[in-house]
């Protein structure tokens, strides 16, 4: 490869001019290999955020980031897969019941994801609150429960986009991180490089969500349908409400075990449909012909949660870990429910310890918020609105403060559509 001079690549962007699609790949792999510096990058990073990219350099960025490291290959598993990948929000458990229920109707899930950092838990985070199950797996394993069970919810192993690991932590220490094309890069990097056939995007938008305009949401949703398609990978995206927690529970344990009443037939409404919506995607985009409320309906999605634990050493019959403390918060008026605000329940679920403040710290399975209200719904005075659940009592001060805040009780109240936009 062709190598260039990294300061007069930091001036062009600075500059507001575009890469070539050889400099684009010669960054990323002198970045990955140590030749680039940290704060070369660094700097990069910020010219990328302020003047942005084009989706030649952006696509040529992309297939760097997926080069970097090693590509999966599911095409001998004799059935089409599809993933999911949300961009995060408060009481976000639906790929729990997805994957498992995706897989019932008939198309492979290999499911890589994250723990959670911030306001909004990770995947992996909540499946090991459940007793015994683990995290990690070799491609082999992987492979062998995709046979076997048709879903894997699992860590990315390191082999997979080196180049958007490194690039990543170095932007969430840099104040680039909200940065579209680089957003979409990650993502998408990370996605195609997992090898699954199709993929379908949640892309959230509102106070609990990384992208709080409903602009800006649809914008990386469209890059990064763009990106997919390039890669000939079938990409959809559902542009959805963030403004509210979705579901319940914020919380680990807790949202494993509203996650299992959906795959009982139960569930709250809001995380139902969108699940039933998300797996319709990907059952459509991998080309099967069956109807996931038929199959939720019929049990088989919650057979193949249950086989889907347990190969990974978790026990499904196992009751989850209960918080030691519990506070109930009541209303202090009578009124309607006008809001119920995403981003407070998020941090005071994070308060009680159901999240970490930095990457090594450990979380508490039990801790979180349960509500006990909805958006719409009437209240009186002294009415249960929501239950604080910690292991560690001096942590229940500061999330009852951010609980506080999350409520508010008026006149009116509707909550805006739960679907917002569908992209492809
Ligand atoms: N998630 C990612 O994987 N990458 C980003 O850049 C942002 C969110």
């Known amino acids: 490869m062709h190598a260039y001079d990294t300061v007069e690549l930091i001036r062009l962007k600075r500059d507001g001019g575009r890469f070539t699609a050889d400099q684009a790949r010669w960054l990323i792999a002198a970045y990955t290999t140590g030749e680039i510096a940290d704060e070369q990058m660094s700097a990069l990073a910020m010219a990328v955020f302020f003047t942005g990219m084009a989706d030649e350099e952006l696509a040529a960025w992309t297939q760097a980031i997926i080069d970097s490291g090693e590509r999966l290959d599911f095409s001998r598993l004799g059935r089409p897969t599809a993933d999911k990948h949300s961009t995060g929000g408060v009481g976000d458990k639906i790929t729990l019941p997805l994957a498992p229920l995706v897989a019932a109707c008939g198309v492979a899930v290999p499911q890589l994801s994250g723990r959670g950092l911030g306001h909004t838990g990770g995947t992996l985070d909540k499946l090991e609150s459940i007793p015994g ?82 602009e800006s949401a649809r914008r990386l949703a469209e890059t990064m349908v763009r990106l997919g398609t390039a890669a000939g990978v079938t990409t959809v995206a559902l542009l959805t409400d963030m403004d509210t927690p979705l579901g319940r529970t914020a919380g680990n344990a807790l949202e494993v075990g509203e996650a299992v009443e959906v795959l009982a037939g139960g569930g709250p ?86 999240g970490r403040a930095r990457k090594e710290d450990p979380v508490q399975a039990a801790a979180g918020v349960e509500l006990h209200v909805s958006v719409g719904d009437t209240v009186r005075a002294g009415q249960p609105l929501l239950t604080l659940h910690t292991d560690t009592p001096d942590r229940m001060a500061r999330g009852e403060e951010a609980a506080r805040r999350a409520i508010t009780i008026g006149g009116t109240g509707t909550r805006r559509p739960l679907i917002l936009d569908r992209i492809s």
Not at 269 to 276: K, P, Q, R
């Open 133 to 214: 199950w683990r995290a990690s797996l070799t491609n082999a394993e992987m492979y062998a429960q995709l046979e076997s069970v048709g879903a894997v919810i699992c860590a990315a192993g390191s082999g997979l986009a080196p180049a958007d690991k490194k690039l990543y932590a170095l932007r969430d220490v840099t104040g680039t991180v909200e940065s579209i094309p680089l957003i979409a890069s990650s993502i998408m990097g990370k996605k195609i490089a997992e090898g699954t056939g199709a993929l379908v995007l949640d892309v959230k938008t509102g106070s609990g969500a990384f992208m709080k305009e409903e």
């Open 269 to 354: 409404a809001d995380v139902v449909e969108l699940t039933l919506a998300l797996a319709r995607e990907m059952v459509q985009a991998a080309g099967v012909d069956a109807d996931p409320a038929d199959v939720l309906a019929s049990g088989r999605a919650m057979d193949a949660w249950r086989r889907m634990i347990a190969a990974q050493g978790g026990d499904p019959a196992a009751p989850l870990p209960v918080a030691r403390h519990q506070q109930v918060l009541t209303a202090t008026s009578k009124g309607t429910i006008t809001r119920i605000d995403a981003w407070e329940v998020g941090l005071a679920a994070w308060r009680l310890g159901a």
